[in-house]
């Protein structure tokens, strides 16, 4: 464990069903676990999900890329809103951001799939870290276990059983 925390996704099932059966197969397999958060920007978003650490890698559990789930109902409107990284349409892989503040511009562009159940102060320190002139922290930020729970995550005594599909935990 680090000093910067744990975090709890909530997942958006009934907005994004591709994109957060993708995100639970990719953490229930580990593939996450030792990743680094490689791109920071204050006052926008955290990005991770890659596990080259550069941006450019990762790839979903259907193999390569997958097709966006966008819909008008789902918006960047403030912090803590988790999408998909891509880089142009139906382009989305292993990455994703979490916004740090409202993003409108950003709609339309990235699968939204989910928030920030738990954890937002572990959010907001991660987006004040210091960084160099590519956004990468100059302090690797690292996931050190990515985990799946059906309804709030059990007390920590208890997280070791596998559990079902609607939040993702995060422990950096």
Not at 22 to 49: E, K, P, W
Not at 81 to 104: E, I, R, W, Y
Not at 125 to 139: C, E, L, N, S
Request: proline share 7%.
């Amino acid at each position: 464990e680090t000093s910067v925390g744990t975090f709890v996704i909530e997942l958006y099932y009934q907005h994004a069903p591709r994109t957060c059966y993708n995100l639970v197969g990719l953490a229930q397999s580990g593939y996450y676990d030792g990743t680094i958060f490689h791109r920071i920007i204050r006052d926008f978003m955290i990005q991770g999900g890659d596990p080259t650490g550069t941006g450019r890698g990762g790839e979903s559990v259907y193999g390569g890329k997958f097709e966006d789930e966008i819909t008008r109902n789902m918006k960047h409107t403030g912090a803590g809103v988790v999408s998909m990284a891509n880089s142009g349409p139906n382009t989305n892989g292993s990455q994703f951001f979490v916004s740090l503040k409202p993003l409108p511009w950003l709609d339309g562009k990235h699968t939204i799939f989910g928030r920030i159940y738990s954890g937002m102060g572990v959010i907001q320190r991660m987006g004040m870290v210091a960084t160099d002139q590519d956004d990468r922290p100059k302090a690797p930020i690292t996931i050190h276990k990515a985990k799946v729970f059906q309804g709030p995550p059990p007390p920590k005594e208890q997280q070791e059983q596998p559990m079902n599909n609607s939040l993702l935990q995060l422990t950096a």
